[in-house]
């Protein structure tokens, strides 16, 4: 297909050998969202490649600036994961994108990630609005959007496993790395909800698509942007932050006093009011959830299972961190209890990686992000149901991570551990409070199963932490030590 970007058709074309296969191969191990970083990367090799901007149309002045959309197939201890790059092509790299350089081809063309590039990632925008077909890659919008002139691009900088891209503070495409063939979560639920008119969502309004073995495949979401709206966790480090420096203030002998309330208008160390407000948004999102996708109850032998299945995890983690194994047996009795549970368990869809970081406070109220789930764990065990204490058991670990990673680098942390403590708990109790009120299930009456889904997240944590962030690794074993 020939066309001119912006009025038509995109060009595309399959290259042949490069040494684009090479650059990425060295590339790819260091990027915050690759997967692979317990082992060596055994192969490469570029499955597919679309020029979506061909280099004698782009760019200006005759720079030949070029975009080309690859899918990669990487090899790894006997496994293969497929992960999607948008590279740019450049004569001369400027200044600002050097952070996102991959490496020089022969040609003397510089290599480089195009979803930091505005002058590239502009397109993908123009393809959902045009709702163009390219290489395979199919662009759609959501009836009745209207799209506007949104300058101003910028890549979001806390990329986790995915990149996000803000078209001026407008809408937001959300551009997933490691792609896993079938429906999506994240698109299928948030469009579900928001056809259900929830509150508690943000709209999608467009997004990309491709096909792998026959299966559809999801490369992107365009959302609403949710400006002058906080994250949840930030939130949180805040009001953490103002306890440390009022108990600072107070001086080491009143380090265990009770904190006094802030006046009106004044912001105080309390999270408790939002965190309330929290949980009764998350009862909200369960109940359209099962609105919208149904719930059923578990049989006793699914529900045995279900404790099966976690003492399994917890066996391969504590083989693969030895300092969970010295409490892997306190945390194997709470799994029994579950097997053991009469009362009976509802499952229904959920968020499944729900946390600080993935809920968004605004003017009118608390909004879920990211919907797709943990994306390293197969796409049947993200879109299976589960029981929604399993995102209150989530968030309650959320609000202790707040804590204690506040605390790891604090010079008076020993001091603040009393503190910090209370306010974990007074978040959880507020959290556990609002979602009972709201018509959640209720945390406090179903303690046995909110332990033990509590310590399944803490034991992923463990395993979490030890392959991404060893520097974190203490704050859930110090959780399930003390559990």
Known sequence: MVGTPGKGAFIVMTVGPSALPELLAAWLPAQRWYSGKDGPLAGLTITTDATLVPGELGGTGGQGLELRHLILSVHQDGHEARYQLLVGLRAEVPETLRHAVIGRLPDGRTAYDALHDPE?????????????QAGGLVFAREPGVSFGAWPGERVIAAEQSNTSVVYGDAVILKVLRRLFPGANPDLEVAGALARLGSVHVAP??????????????????????????????SLAAASIGRL??????????YLMAPVPRAGPGQPGPSFAEEAHQLGRATAELHADL?????????????????????????????????????????????????????????????????HLGQVMHTEDGWVALDFEGEPLVPLSERTAPYSPLRDV???????????????????????????????????????????????????????????????????????????????????PLDYIAAA
Not at 459 to 471: D, I, K, M, N, T
Request: charged share 20%.
């Open 204 to 233: 999608p309004y467009g997004w990309i698509q491709t096909a792998l073995d026959g299966e559809p495949v999801l490369l992107g979401v365009l959302s609403r942007f949710l400006a002058r709206a906080s994250d949840g966790w």
């Open 120 to 132: 590239l990632s502009r397109y993908l925008l123009t393809g959902i609005a045009e709702q163009r």
């Open 393 to 475: 058991a989530g968030m309650l670990r959320s609000f202790d991570y707040a804590a204690r990673h506040q605390l790891m680098a604090h010079p008076d942390a020993q001091q603040l551990r009393g503190p910090a403590a209370s306010w974990v708990e007074e978040c959880q109790q507020a959290f556990c409070a609002g979602y009972a009120r709201a018509g959640g299930l209720d945390p406090e009456a179903n303690s046995v199963l909110l332990r033990a889904l509590t310590l399944e997240k803490a034991v992923y944590e463990v395993l979490y932490e030890a392959s991404h962030r060893p520097g974190w690794l203490s704050i």
């Open 290 to 354: 099962a609105t919208a996708f149904g719930a059923e109850t578990l049989t006793r032998a699914q529900q045995a299972d279900l404790a099966r299945q976690l003492t399994e995890k917890l066996d391969h983690a504590a083989a693969v961190v030895p300092g969970l194994a010295r409490h892997a047996a306190r945390v194997r009795a709470s799994y029994a209890d579950l097997a053991r549970l009469s009362e009976p368990v509802t499952v229904q869809r959920i968020h499944g990686d729900y």
């Open 244 to 253: 440390s420096a009022l108990h600072g203030d107070y001086g080491r002998e």
